[in-house]
């Protein structure tokens, strides 16, 4: 867990906030001596920098002599909605005169929550034989080439990695680019792809639409804030080939069903087929820009420059990570779903002989 929250905050083009918190999940409650118990697991992760902000952000009504002891900037009502974020649509929406109630709420500051839950299901899923990883294949224009034969093990490389790329010369030019982003004050978006690893057939299902499994990580995907698309598979490159093009053939190997190719990204029909899960997801650049853009005030309408805060030039490398964790949840709920188990040795049980009456074995 606190590898993963530590890879979070990290990556080139982050800004210096990411200085201000080191994160760390605190177990409130579910667990006692590393195991977990049976009940709903508590965890929090405290905000370093909450203290510094006092009566601004008190969650009780303040007096004036209060706010004034706070730094003007904090303290002040923020009435310029930036272009691109929650700002304006959320004042709207809930009736509010200051963009603040609403942009503190909307921040990506909460994955970390999320992060923090998808290390404990990427735990549980690997005691299954199941692993989970996230990295990053474009930033701004540079992408790295298709790499379709990718194991597991080739993940091992990301932790020696600045921008959470797997191909060497393609970090290099992601880093230029981010370097030139920062130079013009600018952000950028990019591509990360999730791919999961020793998923048995049958996960999800195809008998309604909320337990299709390609759904659910489609859904989980886009509720990542700034992901703007999703992709499952080859999903857009297949909607201009022929069928014979796209869907791949079946054959039976050393003793398992298998595809000989994967252009479906591991899901069919709403379930795993027991191919490599892929999904790709699409993340625009951050909103908060150091140059900022045009905007109307919520107050007396008046053209003015967009709220400027501290703000990270591209933060896609942590997007992977928070995006395995989405995966990793949805993925360990269907796990939950299918084969059920008080204990993970009664899981692990119950999956044993569901492989075995498939004749489903892993690739090595």
Known sequence: MARDLARRQAGYGRSPRQRIETDAAEILGGMRHGRTLGGPVSLIVWNADHANWGAAMSAWAVDDAAIEDVAARRSRKVVVPRPGHADLSGVMKYELDDVRDVLERASARETCARVAVGAICKDLLALLGITVHGHVTRIGAVACPAQPDLSAADFARLDSSETGCLHAETEARMIAEIDAAKADRDTLGGIVEVRIFGCPPGLGSYTEPRLRLDARLAAAAVGIQAMKGVELGDGFANASLRGSQV???????????????????GLEGGMSNGEPIVVRIAMKPLPTLMRPLQTATIDTHESAAALVERSDTTAVAAAAVVAEAVMAYEVARCVREKFGGDSVGDMISTVAAYLERIAWRREP
Not at 252 to 265: E, I, K, L
Request: no cysteine; aromatic share 10%; charged share 25%.
């Open 247 to 265: 869907h791949d053939e079946i054959a039976f190997v050393g003793g398992s069903f298998r595809r000989s190719t994967n252009r479906a990204g």
